[in-house]
């Protein structure tokens, strides 16, 4: 069965891909124009190069417009968690569209490692996706992989960051650790 993970990040792939290495054929879809600033995106896709590599079929790199993040959460910007459910909106259906577009079994997103990500809207938006592009949504509860996923990254030298990418989470994440 042919799988678009859509990816966040190095550390979060590790942590998924030790469930869905024997399930799936995986090709991973960076798209995350909301990580801000660009080198904050490019390290994170570099790292994420190095830590697929070997284990998934492709990486697709769509171009960095992070005006596309800042359009869809106008408004919305200093609202949490309200701008991360539009966030999850924009890249689960670009995610989605991909998947179908490029004949795809289905498509999932490696946010449902996280315990900081917002589970249940991730779960309701990809089904709401899927129901709509006509592509099947894989869920999973990939949580109890992530300290692992975190650890093995550790250990291969690969970024970890310290928050999920825009530059309000930055800032708030800023808050918290001072």
């Known amino acids: 069965m042919k799988l678009l993970l ?3 990040c190095g550390p979060c792939f590790l942590g998924v891909w030790e469930d869905i290495q024997h399930k799936f054929e995986v090709t991973n879809f960076f798209y995350n124009p909301n990580i801000q600033p660009k080198e904050e995106y490019t390290k994170r896709l570099d790292n994420l190069k190095i ?7 492709d990486i697709i790199e769509p171009n960095y417009d992070d005006l596309e993040h800042k359009n869809a959460i106008k408004g919305l ?3 949490f968690p309200e701008r991360c459910v539009e ?3 924009l890249r689960l259906k670009q995610t989605a569209e991909t998947a179908k577009k490029l004949g795809f079994d289905a498509f999932s997103t490696t946010l449902l ?5 917002k589970h249940d809207d991730l779960k309701l938006i990809g089904d709401q996706i899927a129901s709509i592009v006509g592509v099947d ?10 300290r692992s996923g975190q650890k093995k990254a550790k250990e291969q030298q690969i970024y970890r960051q ?3 990418g825009c530059m309000w989470s ?5 808050k918290t650790s001072t």
């Open 51 to 57: 830590a697929a590599r070997g284990k998934s079929r």
């Open 77 to 79: 910007e200093h609202k």
């Open 113 to 117: 490692v996280s315990p900081y990500q």
């Open 87 to 89: 966030c999850y909106g």
């Open 170 to 174: 930055k800032i708030e994440a800023r």
């Open 137 to 146: 949504f894989y869920y999973f509860d990939w949580r109890p992989y992530f």
């Open 162 to 164: 310290k928050y999920c």
């Open 6 to 8: 859509h990816t966040c």
